[in-house]
């Protein structure tokens, strides 16, 4: 059954869409939240995170100036702790006292920024393949990685394109050379990953990309972190050995920010691990939101 598009109210009155896929075996397990990232990409890349919807409906906002949502009135609308009142506004209209939430890249920022203002509202919390932003560190292991895969055919053009994305500001070259770098986020370059990556271009929202970081000062980063250490829901991060994008490092890094937090490097994956192996990804994420929260120990 394809997703259906509802809407609701946020905090400052704005009317914000969701898209709802349906559980394919009428399962009445509780729904999970999904958050894509980007950032300001439309939410349509997450499909359906590799069959998570077999057993469980998931939830998927379209964040301010994407996919249906429309743009913001007010630029600081589009930083991610906004985000994650629009979140805890859908919450509201989804009457569900605790939920589990899965986030995406960089919209793994709003859910931590969500967890410390609202985590006794979480049963659960999954981080796919994050940065390290809030931690305050950019490790260089992503660019390990890439390097690492240097006999690749694809590598010699992804790398040129990867210098130039730096100095591009015209929208169709961004989009061209984004393509051209695209296999350094896959574990692989394969049709599903080809098929996937070519969906990228036209998914891309400049403005609300360019307003998610703003707003943030390092008090403000230091206190969400402070609250984080407070966090009681299990979580489990997922990071890639083949993930280009964010490396694996930063992962490890949230995961030592969080109390509860579990560690999952996944063999031959990268940025987007449900592409790549999804019939690993997804046992993964399902088993641990199987588990109660007292099932779980501190990583």
């Given at each position: 059954?394809?997703?259906?598009?509802?809407?609701?109210?946020?905090?400052?009155?704005?009317?914000?869409?969701?898209?709802?896929?349906?559980?394919?075996?009428?399962?009445?397990?509780?729904?999970l939240?999904?958050?894509?990232?980007?950032?300001?990409?439309?939410?349509a890349?997450?499909?359906?995170?590799?069959?998570?919807?077999?057993h469980?409906?998931?939830?998927?906002?379209?964040s301010?100036?994407?996919?249906a949502?429309?743009?913001?009135?007010?630029?600081?609308?589009?930083?991610?702790?906004?985000?994650?009142?629009?979140?805890e506004?859908?919450?509201?209209?989804?009457?569900?006292?605790?939920?589990?939430?899965l986030?995406?890249?960089?919209?793994?920022?709003?859910?931590q920024?969500?967890?410390?203002?609202?985590?006794?509202?979480?049963?659960h919390?999954?981080?796919?393949?994050?940065?390290?932003?809030?931690?305050?560190?950019?490790?260089?292991?992503?660019?390990?990685?890439?390097?690492?895969?240097?006999?690749?055919?694809?590598?010699?053009?992804?790398?040129?394109a990867?210098?130039?994305?730096?100095?591009a500001?015209?929208?169709?070259?961004v989009?061209?050379?984004?393509?051209?770098?695209?296999?350094l986020?896959?574990?692989?370059w394969?049709?599903?990953?080809?098929?996937?990556?070519?969906?990228?271009?036209?998914?891309?929202?400049?403005?609300?990309?360019?307003?998610?970081?703003?707003?943030?000062?390092?008090?403000?980063?230091?206190a969400?972190?402070?609250?984080?250490?407070?966090?009681?829901?299990?979580?489990?991060?997922?990071?890639?050995?083949?993930d280009?994008v964010?490396?694996?490092?930063?992962?490890?890094?949230?995961?030592?920010?969080?109390?509860?937090?579990?560690?999952?490097?996944?063999?031959g994956?990268?940025?987007?691990?449900?592409?790549?192996?999804?019939?690993?990804?997804?046992?993964?994420?399902e088993?641990?939101?199987?588990?109660?929260a007292?099932?779980?120990?501190?990583?």
């Open positions: 059954m394809p997703p259906y598009v509802s809407h609701f109210t946020s905090f400052d009155g704005t009317e914000l869409a969701y898209s709802v896929r349906e559980a394919r075996d009428d399962s009445t397990a509780p729904p939240v999904c958050l894509a990232g980007g950032p300001g990409r439309d939410a890349y997450l499909g359906d995170l590799g069959g998570l919807d077999a469980r409906t998931l939830i998927v906002p379209d301010r100036g994407t996919g949502s429309p743009p913001a009135a007010d630029p600081a609308a589009y930083a991610f702790p906004s985000l994650a009142q629009d979140l506004a859908l919450r509201t209209h989804l009457d569900v006292p605790r939920f589990a939430l986030a995406h890249d960089a919209a793994c920022a709003t859910a920024a969500y967890a410390a203002s609202h985590g006794h509202h979480l049963s919390l999954v981080l796919v393949t994050p940065g390290s932003r809030l931690q305050g560190e950019l490790p260089d292991d992503a660019e390990q990685i890439f390097e690492s895969r240097a006999t690749e055919s694809w590598w010699k053009d992804a790398y040129v990867v210098h130039m994305l730096a100095s500001t015209d929208m169709a070259e989009r061209s050379l984004l393509l051209r770098a695209a296999p986020a896959y574990g692989r394969d049709t599903p990953q080809r098929t996937h990556a070519a969906t990228e271009g036209d998914q891309l929202n400049p403005v609300p990309r360019a307003g998610f970081w703003q707003g943030v000062d390092e008090p403000a980063r230091l969400l972190l402070a609250a984080l250490r407070e966090l009681e829901c299990p979580t489990l991060v997922v990071t890639g050995d083949r280009g964010t490396g694996m490092r930063a992962g490890e890094l949230v995961a030592e920010s969080i109390p509860n937090a579990r560690l999952r490097p996944l063999h994956v990268g940025h987007y691990p449900w592409v790549d192996e999804p019939e690993m990804f997804g046992p993964v994420v088993e641990f939101l199987g588990t109660a007292n099932d779980d120990e501190p990583r």
